[in-house]
């Protein structure tokens, strides 16, 4: 099964700063690519714990004793370390998005190139799915989706579209939502309006926002101190909630300062913001909108 290649492999990995005999995680497994490369810098005492709640990628499974993939969505990162007796780990690694491999296979409804069920779910047992927030959803709630993780400022037209359309017929594949939409797909930008249309979509679907706020409150409780995370974003509102974390351990306002009008958070940021290279990008494609930030627990 062909998920093609990492994203900022070296980097990420790197930023992890590897302890042979360290514990760690990597709550994005995919088609295990970070995975073998941490594993190839552990020692014979060194765990590795990968989450992925994508049943496809369990046929990714690494043959190791020092690795466990869990087929779980990673908002539930402590409990299922807990239920491995792991109360602390060295690193967790993040590559977010949706994967290449999720990308290709046409019925699972990510990509804007095939023909498909409304579909965009990254756990298919979960039951909204993109169909039903185009087809259940109210006229204020597309709005908000689309203008909120698309940040499409047609949002109030195009949901407004989609409702009068769908009382005449459900709108069941993306070459439908396509044609609903098609008076909003000016033919310059037509690519660059639907990959924000589905991206809003299938955030929603997958609630990618909520999930990644409940991973990253609870990174510090579960990090070593001087552990670290390694996280890629590629879309700015994952990487402003990441970076604000790491500056504030808040995701809005400032922390509160003490009297001597310091402020005490749980991660400090380590080296600067990673983008990859044109020499990745020019391999890779997927790789071009990706952010790394490293930090380390204090």
């Known amino acids: 099964m062909d998920y093609h290649n990492a994203v900022l492999l070296k980097e990420t990995v790197d930023g992890l700063d590897i302890q042979p005999n360290g514990v760690y995680v990597d709550v994005t497994f995919g088609g295990g690519g970070h995975s073998k490369e941490i594993l190839s810098r552990l020692g014979p005492k060194g765990k590795l714990y990968a989450f992925d709640q994508d049943k496809d990628a369990l046929a990714n499974a690494i043959e ?3 690795f466990v993939l869990i087929n779980e969505n990673f908002r539930y990162i402590k409990r299922f370390l807990r239920f491995y ?4 780990v060295d690193g967790v690694l993040a590559d977010f998005g949706v994967s290449s491999h999720q990308f290709d296979v046409a019925e699972r ?22 169909f039903e927030v185009v087809n259940n959803y109210s006229e204020e709630r597309i709005k908000n989706v689309l203008l909120q ?35 909003f797909l000016n033919h310059q930008k037509e690519n660059k309006v639907l990959a924000q249309i589905y991206q809003a979509i299938r955030i929603e679907v997958n609630q990618e926002i909520e999930v990644l706020k409940e991973l990253l409150l609870q990174t510090p409780e579960i990090l070593k101190k001087g552990g670290r995370l390694s996280f890629i974003s590629y ?24 009297m001597f009008g ?18 990745e990008i020019k391999v890779n494609n997927r790789a071009r909108s990706a952010k790394l930030r490293v930090a380390e627990k204090i």
């Open 64 to 66: 190791d004793d020092r």
């Open 85 to 88: 007796g792991v109360k602390e």
């Open 109 to 130: 409804g990510f990509s804007t190139r095939f023909e498909a069920d409304l579909d965009m779910r990254m756990n298919q047992d979960n039951k909204l799915s993109a």
């Open 149 to 183: 993780y698309g940040e499409l400022r047609q949002a109030p037209a195009m949901a407004r579209v989609i409702v009068a359309e769908r009382v005449k017929e459900e709108i069941k594949t993306s070459e439908q939502l396509k044609a609903v939409l098609k008076p």
């Open 235 to 258: 879309h700015s509102l994952e990487d402003r909630l990441v970076k604000r974390f790491i500056r504030n351990g808040l995701f809005e306002g400032e922390p509160e300062r003490d």
């Open 262 to 279: 310091n402020f005490e958070v749980p991660l400090k940021k380590v080296g600067k913001l990673i983008i990859p290279s044109q020499s």
